[in-house]
């Protein structure tokens, strides 16, 4: 549970904004959204592979990159 003390000099805007952060840093919303729906288990497992893959591409597009730079020194 997310909390925030106001200050006595403190704006509700500011605790607001403070709330705010620390709700997106502790993933409340993301994981209310993820939650909304259920979702099979074969689907959760086909996110979870496809975005092991794309983590996979992306790690050696980088690789790559590093390579060709290092290559044109």
Do not use: C, T, W
């Not at 709700?23 to 099979?40: C, M, N, P, T």
């Not at 086909?46 to 050696?60: P, S």
């Amino acid at each position: 549970m997310a909390e925030v003390i106001i200050g006595d000099n403190e704006s509700f805007e500011g605790a607001l904004k403070r709330f705010n952060k620390r709700v997106q840093q502790d993933g409340i919303l993301s994981e209310a959204r993820r939650r909304e729906h259920y979702e099979k288990p074969s689907v959760k497992r086909k996110k979870k592979e496809a975005a092991r893959l794309r983590k996979l591409r992306k790690k050696q597009m980088r690789s790559e990159a590093r390579a060709l730079q290092s290559a044109r020194r």
